[in-house]
């Protein structure tokens, strides 16, 4: 479960350094060494395989994926008809306000265990859910502070590239666009 081979792979924005705060990673280490995961399909893989490949370049550690906690503090990652695991962990404002590709992530404590939940109502919600606090991570974010809900309201994103509605390409890369073709009886104007 270990997707990319070594450093000289082409990682994007997904270049994970160690963490610099000892105690920091310290705190995220105990919450990322288990993660539950109770769902499965190609997006899930994905998760799967991000996570482990994130958490071993960070921590240097292995993560256990599973789908039961096998340790008082975990990560679980699970669609919100997760069923009774949810009881009192989610707020119905929280449920209800959540869009098809939204998130949350969330801190959650009680007598028994201590959690990261990562819930949505769509696998791609939890695809991104997921990235977000691998970013959260990233950016050495402390975990008391670790409540976010984010609803994206456009259903169709891209990336933002430089390829102009009549095919041409900005910034001097050569020949047409392969996003906007423009068929030859017809004009943007």
């Not at 270990?2 to 705190?27: A, G, H, I, K």
């Not at 370049?57 to 292995?62: A, L, P, S, V």
Request: glycine content about 4%.
């Amino acid at each position: 479960m270990f997707p990319y081979s070594n450093d000289v792979d082409y990682q994007c924005w997904l270049n994970y350094q160690r963490l610099e705060t000892p105690s920091l990673s310290d705190q995220y280490k105990e919450y990322l060494k288990n993660i539950v995961i109770n769902i499965d399909g190609y997006i899930i893989d994905s998760i799967k395989n991000e996570l482990y490949y994130s958490i071993k370049k960070f921590f240097n550690i292995e993560a256990i994926i599973t789908n039961k906690p096998i340790k008082r503090t975990f990560t679980i990652i699970s669609k919100l008809d997760g069923g009774s695991f949810f009881s009192n962990t989610i707020k119905e404002e929280e449920y209800t306000s959540l869009s098809e590709e939204g998130f949350l992530i969330k801190k959650v404590e009680n007598s028994t265990k201590k959690f990261i939940l990562i819930t949505a109502k769509s696998d791609e919600g939890l695809l991104y859910g997921t990235y977000k606090l691998i970013q959260y991570i990233q950016m050495e974010k402390p975990l008391d502070q670790l409540n976010l809900l984010e609803k994206p309201y456009i259903p169709l994103r891209i990336i933002n590239h430089w390829d102009n509605l009549d095919g041409s390409i900005e910034r001097g890369y050569p020949g047409k666009s392969f996003i906007w073709r423009v068929p030859k009886n017809k004009s943007n104007t």
